[in-house]
């Protein structure tokens, strides 16, 4: 059976807006070298506050990569991996 991927939407959870940014541009990059197409992208800066006063901040990052055409799709699916785990310095 061949099986073509339309579109997946990511949530990522960085710590800075600079650290959205560079995400954002490693998106693209990536996007456009794989001819797919970035259809869209949010980053939305999170806050926990405690007596009014920002304790912590975070942005979580969304984004929809475009593979396919539904009505002609060109470049069937291989595989799908998550690759969760490992340590960060």
Do not use: R
Not at 29 to 48: D, G, I, R, V
Not at 52 to 80: A, H, M, Q, R
């Amino acid at each position: 059976m061949i099986k073509y991927l339309l579109k997946t939407t990511n949530e990522i959870f960085v710590l800075t807006e600079e650290d959205a940014n560079t995400l954002h541009k490693e998106i693209e990059e990536f996007a456009h070298s794989n001819n797919f197409t970035l259809y869209s992208w949010t980053q939305t800066l999170k806050e926990k506050k405690s007596k009014g006063e920002v304790i912590d901040s975070w942005v979580i990052c969304k984004y929809t990569l475009v593979f396919n055409d539904p009505k002609e799709p060109e470049i069937p699916l291989k595989d799908i991996e998550y690759n969760m785990g490992g340590q960060y310095e």
